[in-house]
């Protein structure tokens, strides 16, 4: 039976006091122990995967697989096997270990369907990794932007630009024009955890302060699962992947992470609830990594109703 953890259901009384109670009768059917059919045959579908990971320092890294369509796949309901490898540089590369938990996000753009899952890597092949799956769940197509992908030819071995707590403009420029970010974090005894984050181009905010680039982001209404925000309530440390969808190139972030609740800050944000504040420690930007690029997006309509900064 699905349940929700002490960090979310934290959040979740945050918001009301009978939250908590109500969402978990909504865990009871949500969260699974296993993937629907409908979950297994999306996934197979995919030309990229979104996978959360934890270093050896307990850092969460937020990493993208891409591959033909059918590079994941599921023999039965507790198992996706992955094809495919990072890319040299990415720091999953180091973190996909036996039993190495990870979280696992399945995003189709052009449609708007994503589904989650995660669990624990059971077997490493030469060509990727297998996933036994401890949770299971759905989730909305909101403030997700519409694109179509197109392969390319396979990239050589990415050059890798490593990023310090003072992030470079070229990395700042990335995270002040995008669309779209994907947020990893994770909770001991609670497992991994990789999700989505959308919003107008200037939803992230980067400002340079002394010794650190400090990011912050909105949290727009959603599910009240509180999956991410949950997590970084039981850890404060947290991992941001930026795509250019141009270039194929990719930002990883690693830092901690803070809820700022209320204030001006967050009243001045059309369709805030909260604020996310990001205080960079580390990065790399994985230039062409790719073999995908995307079409010009089609934004959601729930953006009509948030701001930017």
Same mark, same amino acid.
């Given at each position: 039976m699905g349940r929700f953890h002490e960090g979310e259901q934290q959040l979740q009384a945050r918001v009301h006091p009978a939250l908590p109670k109500r969402m978990a009768r909504t865990a009871e059917i949500a969260l699974r122990d296993f993937m629907p059919?409908?979950?297994?045959?999306?996934?197979?579908?995919?030309?990229?995967?979104?996978?959360?990971?934890?270093?050896d320092a307990?850092?969460?890294?937020?990493?993208m697989l891409a591959g033909k369509p059918g590079f994941v796949t599921s023999p039965d309901p507790v198992t996706l096997q992955v094809s495919a490898k990072p890319a040299p540089g990415d720091m999953l590369a180091q973190n996909l270990k036996q039993n190495a938990q990870l979280g696992i996000l399945?995003?189709?753009?052009?449609?708007?369907?994503?589904?989650?899952?995660?669990?624990?890597?059971?077997?490493?092949q030469d060509d990727g990794f297998t996933v036994h799956v401890e949770q299971s769940f759905g989730n909305c197509p909101q403030y997700i932007q519409a694109r179509l992908p197109r392969l390319v030819g396979a990239p050589a071995e990415p050059p890798v630009k490593p990023e310090d707590s003072v992030l470079s403009p070229r990395a700042a420029l990335m995270l002040a024009e995008t669309d779209t970010l994907f947020i990893a974090t994770h909770a001991?005894?609670?497992?991994?955890?990789?999700s989505?984050?959308?919003?107008?181009?200037?939803?992230v905010r980067v400002e340079q302060r002394a010794g650190f680039t400090q990011l912050t982001l909105p949290d727009f209404r959603g599910n009240n699962f509180f999956n991410t925000l949950g997590n970084i309530a039981l850890d404060s440390r947290a991992g941001l992947?930026?795509?250019?969808?141009?270039? =194929?190139? +990719?930002?990883?972030?690693?830092? %901690?992470?803070?809820i700022v609740w209320d204030g001006p800050e967050v009243e001045r944000f059309q369709?805030?609830?909260?604020l996310l504040r990001l205080r960079v420690e580390e990065g790399?930007?994985?230039? =062409?990594? +790719?073999?995908?690029?995307?079409? %010009?997006?089609?934004?959601?309509?729930?953006?009509?109703?948030?701001?930017?900064?």
């Open positions: 059919d409908q979950h297994r045959d999306f996934f197979a579908l995919l030309p990229t995967l979104v996978v959360g990971s934890v270093d307990g850092r969460p890294w937020a990493s399945g995003l189709q753009p052009e449609t708007r369907r994503r589904n989650r899952m995660n669990g624990r890597v059971t077997h490493l001991k005894d609670e497992g991994v955890d990789v989505h984050r959308g919003g107008k181009p200037g939803f992947l930026v795509v250019n969808y141009d270039s =194929g190139d +990719l930002l990883q972030i690693t830092g %901690q992470a803070e369709g805030a609830l909260r790399r930007i994985l230039q =062409g990594a +790719l073999p995908i690029r995307w079409s %010009q997006p089609a934004y959601a309509m729930q953006l009509l109703e948030t701001g930017s900064w």
